[in-house]
């Protein structure tokens, strides 16, 4: 019986150890990925409701800190040395770039920056430590990283269908790296492109090869065309 038990509890503690990351402090990850979303792909699940129109652009979603072999590391708001998010100190500049490459469908966009960075900043320095550093990187990467139109020159073209392998290949053609291609599901169980992923080398913010292929995608996959267009 005893020995049952000692089983028993060293077994449980296998499936903990490999079930869940390591203890996330003092913060050590991977790699980083800057995560694009398709706006129509996030207000026609049915779930949330859009408040603004959605144009022909991805834009950000967050700069998430990344494990090889674990989930995504987010929500470490128990990091004695996470910063709350100051909409105060961003300055002008950033501010109005954010409005432009990071918009909140749902609501105020100080909502949606402050929620990305207590969530995935707090968990890695030097981003939970410097809050102006966490969203220039990502803005970095939004600003020169231009994917509906990277779609667009190969042939891929909002209101198609498409294919994870088609994405990931011009992608892959215009930047020199594979992005990781994520799916949900629209309001009449389409399966479509959600998210781009494209991912960084955490000391030197160099690009890198996503590990990861896809998330979520049976081929083929809906690329929904927005209502509104006249931001193009
Ligand atoms: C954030 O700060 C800007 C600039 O000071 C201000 O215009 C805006 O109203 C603030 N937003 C919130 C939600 O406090
Ligand atoms: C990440 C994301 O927005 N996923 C959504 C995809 O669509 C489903 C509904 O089908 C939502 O529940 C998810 O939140």
Request: hydrophobic share 40%.
């Amino acid at each position: 019986m005893k020995m049952n038990l000692l089983l028993l509890f060293l077994a449980a503690m296998v499936v903990r150890a490999t079930s869940q990351p390591p203890n996330p402090f003092p913060l050590p990850y991977d790699y980083y990925s800057v995560v694009f979303q398709w706006a129509k792909s996030v207000y026609n699940t049915g779930v949330n409701q859009c408040i603004k129109p959605t144009f022909p652009a991805f834009t950000l979603h967050g700069l998430w800190p990344q494990w090889y072999r674990f989930p995504p590391l987010d929500d470490c708001r128990q990091n004695p040395r996470s910063a709350n998010f100051e909409n105060a100190s961003i300055p002008d500049p950033v501010r109005n770039n954010l409005i432009q490459y990071w918009p909140n469908m749902y609501g105020p966009n100080e909502a949606f920056w402050g929620h990305e960075y207590e969530k995935h900043g707090s968990c890695v320095d030097p981003f939970y430590s410097n809050q102006l550093t966490y969203f220039v990187t990502a803005l970095r990467v939004a600003t020169s990283t231009d994917l509906y139109s990277i779609l667009a020159a190969a042939g891929i073209l909002c209101g198609n269908p498409t294919t994870v392998g088609a994405v990931r290949t011009a992608i892959h053609a215009s930047t020199g790296f594979w992005p990781t291609v994520q799916c949900n599901r629209s309001i009449t169980r389409t399966l479509q492109l959600l998210q781009i992923y494209l991912c960084f080398n955490k000391i030197t913010n160099v690009p890198m090869d996503c590990p990861i292929v896809q998330k979520g995608c049976i081929d083929p996959i809906d690329y929904p065309r927005p209502i509104i267009w006249q931001y193009l």
